[in-house]
């Protein structure tokens, strides 16, 4: 069992910047592939980043790719994702995930075991 806290979240303008963390705790010897995923009202929660054990491999939704770095730390069992250049239709409660295994082309909410609790960013216009 892992148990995941996201934090971070926030209010902030248009063209700023955020950065979330997601702090691993419980069964954290395997290793994870770390991801972060979002949901804004009345959308379905959709994938925005993910990161392997290594650090070597990151994958990008194209709406976040060239704006979001995310990036992990093992010795402190923490994934951050860096936010930048952000938008009004980023808005959304973004939520932390962890899966010992997933296909690149596999990046959804199903073929992720852990979850975060979610936290709220909101970017005004």
């Known amino acids: 069992q892992v148990l995941l806290v996201d934090v971070g979240g926030g209010l902030v303008q248009a063209g700023g910047s955020l950065r979330l963390s997601c702090a691993a705790s419980?069964?954290?010897?395997?290793?994870?592939?770390m991801g972060w995923f979002r949901q804004a009202p009345r959308k379905e929660r959709e994938f925005v980043a993910a990161?392997?054990?290594?650090?070597?491999?990151?994958y990008y939704s194209d709406s976040v790719k060239g704006r979001f770095t995310i990036s992990r730390d093992n010795a402190i069992n923490t994934v951050y994702l860096q936010m930048s250049s952000l938008k009004p239709e980023d808005t959304a409660v973004y939520y932390c995930?962890?899966?010992?295994?997933?296909?690149?082309?596999?990046?959804?909410?199903?073929?992720?075991?852990?979850w975060g609790q979610g936290t709220q960013v909101t970017v005004s216009s």
């Open positions: 990161v392997s054990w290594s650090g070597r491999s990151t």
């Open positions: 419980g069964r954290t010897d395997s290793r994870y592939v």
């Open positions: 995930a962890a899966t010992r295994s997933v296909r690149s082309d596999s990046m959804v909410e199903g073929s992720f075991d852990y």
